[in-house]
T-cell receptor, first 116, second 108 residues
Framework: EAGVTQFPSHSVIEKGQTVTLRCDPI?????LYWYRRVMGKEIKFLLH????????ESGMPNNRFLAERTGGTYSTLKVQPAELEDSGVYFC??????????????FGPGTRLTVL | DAKTTQPPSMDCAEGRAANLPCNHS???????VYWYRQIHSQGPQYIIH???NNETNEMASLIITEDRKSSTLILPHATLRDTAVYYC?????????FGKGTRLHILP
């Protein structure tokens, strides 16, 4: 079974440009999460989709970030316009829909974003 | 904030068991204890989780104290590839709150 995949693995852009990151979750996983780690800090939650709906977007830093999951399959995270402080590694994770108890999140390899 | 406390770093000799402690004294009755690790700059890798009973899988064992206020992750025969940052996580919601974790160094 394929794991969570992310594209691109690296992206280098200039301040003010737009970048779109993509995440393909494990097939059949309804929960999809975005996290990021900026230099020297812990990994922080950004948002959570259940199917195509945003369940929790409390971690999104500001309105320059837009996440979508049309059709409830893959997700995109767009940063527009990018700023220097957006540099970091963006991780996506997915899990099955939790009916009771707990669900385990499986992470992708991440996209390293560098804003110059 | 993370609900867990872990030592910032630990050393373990290759081939020996690595025992990583975690305190979670404010854990609630229905909260699970999860362990993940991050090797270099790869994505966090799930290791194991448990509620109250001890758990074992092909990667590790998880020992949870009877009062559930602490736990220990055991890697039975540590190898150099186990060098990573290990995160003990107790999260009431779906989102994972990562702390600083324990940086485990495996010594040859």
């Amino acid at each position: 079974e394929a794991g969570v995949t992310q594209f691109p693995s690296h992206s280098v852009i200039e301040k003010g440009q737009t970048v779109t990151l993509r995440c393909d979750p494990i097939s059949g996983h309804d929960n999809l999460y975005w996290y990021r780690r900026v230099m020297g800090k812990e990994i922080k939650f950004l948002l959570h989709f259940v199917k195509e709906s945003k369940q929790d977007e409390s971690g999104m830093p500001n309105n320059r970030f837009l996440a979508e999951r049309t059709g409830g399959t893959y997700s995109t995270l767009k940063v527009q316009p990018a700023e220097l402080e957006d540099s970091g590694v963006y991780f996506c994770a997915s899990s099955q829909l939790k009916l009771r108890g707990t669900d385990t999140q499986y992470f992708g390899p991440g996209t390293r974003l560098t804003v110059l | 904030d993370a609900k867990t406390t872990q030592p910032p770093s630990m050393d373990c000799a290759e081939g020996r068991a690595a025992n990583l402690p975690c305190n979670h004294s404010t854990i609630s009755g229905n909260e699970y204890v999860y362990w993940y690790r991050q090797i270099h700059s790869q994505g966090p890798q799930y290791i194991i989780h448990g509620l109250k009973n001890n758990e074992t899988n092909e990667m590790a064992s998880l020992i949870i104290t009877e009062d559930r206020k602490s736990s220990t992750l055991i890697l039975p025969h540590a190898t150099l590839r186990d060098t990573a940052v290990y995160y003990c996580i107790v999260t009431p919601d779906d989102k994972i709150i990562f702390g600083k974790g324990t940086r485990l160094h495996i010594l040859p």
